[in-house]
């Protein structure tokens, strides 16, 4: 799947949910499935900064894909940061980069969220592609 293709089965699977309790249980539930980061890489080197919560990225190239496991110490942050990394994980760096970030709107994360959660969720996406960067960088050296 594309990770636009991905974008909007996100977007389907948030608008069968009446209210945004449902929809945090939703991403509660995100947050158990993710593919956790090793412990090596629960370093700071790895945490997001501007996160509120403790949020750990690794990021790796595999076969020209960029493969993301993370782990946060707060429920709600792991399901933000699960429904990025099924976005973007698996996926070529100039496709991450040049990804459209519009379904967190669509979903009305944003506008759920603290200001400093809202904070977090842009330093997460920021974060991921930069390491699209790197990678692509790499890529292309």
């Known amino acids: 799947m594309t990770i636009e293709e991905i974008q909007n089965e996100i977007i389907d699977e948030f608008s ?3 209210d945004w309790e449902e929809r945090y249980q939703y991403m509660i539930d995100l947050g158990k499935d993710l593919p956790l980061i090793d412990d090596q890489y629960k370093t700071d080197d790895h945490i997001i900064k501007g996160c509120q919560s403790k949020v750990w990225v690794h990021a790796e190239l595999k076969e020209d894909k960029v493969h993301f496991t993370a782990d946060s110490d707060a429920i709600i942050t792991k399901g933000i940061i699960a429904i990025l990394i099924r976005t973007f994980s698996d996926h070529r760096p100039e496709d991450i980069i040049s990804a459209n970030t519009d379904f967190i709107d669509k979903i009305g994360l944003k506008d759920h969220l ?7 969720l842009v330093s997460m996406i920021k974060q991921l592609k930069m390491y699209a960067v790197a990678f692509n960088a790499q890529l292309n050296a």
């Open 16 to 18: 069968m949910f009446e």
């Open 114 to 120: 603290s200001p400093t959660r809202a904070n977090g």
